[in-house]
């Protein structure tokens, strides 16, 4: 029972280059999240989803995209990487409103 | 929009004493109030939840208070141990509707239990 997943759990890339972030869960949870984590700034939500094809915004969108074709799955894409992006990302997944389930983070560094 | 405020920032505790790490939100239509634990190098864990509907939840060594009056809400453990070592995190949302619950995070309390 793996829950949920993500990779890689540590990247490493430069300034400008495309990287994706993925996400896995086998739980067919609803609803999916995407946190960046920062110190001095606790968790912000990037993008959310509430099922396969619908995804909305969350506090600090600017220079992600995520899609959702899938229920399972829900890869967070970096467009142009640059520096301030460096961070580690979570991903979380609900079934019902309240309770989030968290995967173990990627660790994403911009040089 | 919602703004939620966390303290300490650092907490450190003899095993067998008391922590409690305080939270306060801004907007008073908020009705759903989580904790999560993050160990070093994990995902954080939910350990308990409370809604607005509710002043106070127990699960054996850890309680949240709520004060909705003041807009704050607490985490106590009791009896600490070398495990509790973690950073705790608050969180506070509302539920619009039928929408998805979206989470504003405290900005963590790093605790320290020392045996």
């Known amino acids: 029972d793996a829950g949920i997943t993500q990779s890689p759990r540590y990247k490493i890339t430069e300034t400008g280059r495309q990287v994706t972030l993925m996400c896995h869960q086998t739980w067919s949870h609803s609803y999916m999240f995407w946190y960046r984590q920062d110190l001095g700034h606790g968790l912000r939500l990037i993008y959310y989803s509430a099922a396969a094809d619908i995804t909305d915004k969350g506090e600090v969108p600017d220079g992600y995209v995520v899609s959702r074709s899938k229920t399972e799955n829900f890869p967070l894409t970096l467009e142009s990487a640059t520096r301030s992006q460096t961070s580690v990302y979570f991903c979380?997944?609900?079934?019902?409103?309240?309770?989030?389930?968290f995967g173990p983070g990627t660790r994403l560094t911009v040089t | 929009g919602e703004n939620v405020e966390q303290h300490p920032s650092t907490l450190s505790v003899q095993e067998g004493d008391s922590a409690v790490i305080k939270c306060t939100y801004s907007d008073s239509a908020s009705n759903y109030f989580p904790w999560y634990k993050q160990e070093l190098g994990k995902g954080p864990q939910l350990i308990i939840d409370?809604?607005?509907?509710?002043g106070e939840k127990k699960d054996q060594r850890i309680a949240v208070t709520l004060n909705k009056t003041a807009k704050h809400f607490s985490l106590h453990i009791t009896e600490t141990q070398p495990e509790d070592s973690a950073v705790y995190f608050c969180a506070a949302s509302r539920r619009y509707g039928g929408a998805t619950n979206k989470l504003i995070f405290g900005t963590g309390t790093l605790l320290a239990v020392q045996p």
């Open positions: 409370i809604r607005s509907n509710v």
């Open positions: 979380a997944s609900s079934e019902y409103v309240y309770e989030q389930y």
